[in-house]
């Protein structure tokens, strides 16, 4: 028995909003269009959305989940989601293992723009 991968899937009311924010502001590659859902490639992994009224699943009011994509450059990331006018929740700031910027995507889920502070870490997410 082996595991291969993971994909998390969100699930969007407006499925063509969410599919052009994610392929037109971060750019993520499509590696399969099911129609009713798309995956895309992340680096290492995968995430998918899902059109709300064909899913397994609906979307919720509020969601208690959030994308956390590991970045290069947090304060760069920043100015650009802001630059796209992207929703901002929280800007930079430093904890004791990551520094991180907080967005909504169309769907209200939230979106967390990190890096690891320390270096080996942050290296095993490149």
Do not use: H
């Not at 993520?28 to 269009?33: A, L, N």
């Not at 895309?40 to 959305?49: A, C, L, N, P, V």
């Amino acid at each position: 028995m082996e595991i291969y991968s993971q994909i998390t899937f969100f699930y969007y009311e407006d499925y063509k909003a969410a599919c052009e924010f994610y392929e037109n502001i971060f750019n993520f590659k499509v590696v399969q269009d099911q129609k009713m859902a798309k995956i895309y490639q992340i680096g290492k992994s995968f995430f998918g959305i899902v059109d709300g009224d064909k899913g397994s699943l609906r979307p919720q009011p509020d969601n208690a989940v959030m994308l956390t994509i590991i970045v290069d450059n947090v304060t760069e990331w920043y100015e650009y989601l802001k630059g796209k006018n992207v929703k901002e929740i929280k800007s930079p700031s430093k904890g004791v293992c990551a520094e991180s910027a907080f967005f909504k995507d169309p769907g209200g889920y939230v979106i967390e723009i990190q890096r690891f502070i320390d270096n080996e870490i942050q290296r095993e997410f490149e």
